[in-house]
């Protein structure tokens, strides 16, 4: 795809797609899940949405190149710092019900599937589950223990880690002391 003088010229042979059938067009789409709340109003959605450090957000983020944002009433931990930026530029959010926004900006051919992906991902999460059967929060519990570096289970090596932060990536976890 190349780009000049800030017209589009579409590739004449494309190499996105082995038969040849990709568009080359690149499409922003968004798609809000409302998150429920009112039906279960003692569940921590953002904190399970969010995970150890947010790796359970952006596991789903890197799954499906797809943006997820928290948003509405509860989405900023501080509760004070909420009720002062409410109704202030850029946080008109804050007057809606908690939600999430799904942003992806991808090739039109494979944005609804990736959006569809993350739906279904999301509302996987969002289903409250009793803890004693919840496999989803042991595994954020494991991660984040793994984190702290408490861990005290030696079959850990075993299941491998639950980062979507790999070393093929190129990303590592931050330098401690001690």
Same mark, same amino acid.
């Given at each position: 795809?190349f780009?000049?003088?800030?017209?589009?010229?579409p #590739?004449?042979?494309?190499? &996105?797609? #082995?038969?040849?059938?990709?568009?080359?067009f690149?499409?922003k789409?968004?798609?809000?899940?409302?998150i429920?709340v009112d039906?279960?109003p003692?569940?921590?959605?953002? =904190?399970?949405? !969010?995970?150890?450090? =947010?790796?359970? &957000?952006?596991? @789903?983020? /890197?799954n499906?190149?797809?943006r997820?944002?928290?948003?509405?009433?509860?989405? +900023?931990?501080?509760a /004070?710092?909420?009720?002062?930026m409410r109704?202030k530029?850029g946080?008109?959010?804050?007057?809606e019900?908690?939600?999430? @926004? +799904?942003?992806a900006? &991808?090739?039109?051919?494979?944005?609804? +599937?990736?959006?569809?992906?993350a739906?279904?991902? !999301?509302?996987d999460?969002?289903?409250?589950?009793d803890?004693?059967?919840?496999f989803?929060?042991?595994?954020?519990?494991r991660e984040?223990a793994? &984190?702290?570096?408490t861990?005290?289970?030696n079959?850990?090596?075993?299941? =491998?880690?639950?980062s #979507?932060?790999?070393?093929?990536? =190129?990303m590592?976890?931050?330098?401690?002391?001690?």
């Open positions: 795809m780009q000049g003088a800030g017209m589009f010229h #590739p004449s042979r494309n190499w &996105l797609s #082995p038969q040849g059938n990709s568009s080359g690149i499409v789409k968004t798609m809000r899940m409302d429920p039906k279960y003692n569940f921590n959605f953002v =904190g399970r949405l !969010l995970g150890p450090k =947010g790796n359970s &957000l952006k596991r @789903v983020e /890197a499906t190149d797809c997820v944002l928290i948003r509405g009433r509860g989405s +900023i931990k501080d /004070a710092k909420e009720e002062l109704g530029p946080y008109e959010h804050l007057n019900p908690l939600h999430l @926004v +799904i942003e900006e &991808l090739p039109a051919e494979i944005i609804d +599937i990736r959006l569809m992906q739906r279904e991902i !999301l509302d999460m969002l289903k409250p589950v803890e004693s059967m919840d989803f929060k042991k595994q954020q519990l984040l793994m &984190l702290n570096g861990l005290k289970d079959s850990s090596q075993k299941s =491998g880690s639950v #979507p932060f790999r070393n093929s990536m =190129g590592k976890r931050a330098k401690t002391r001690g």
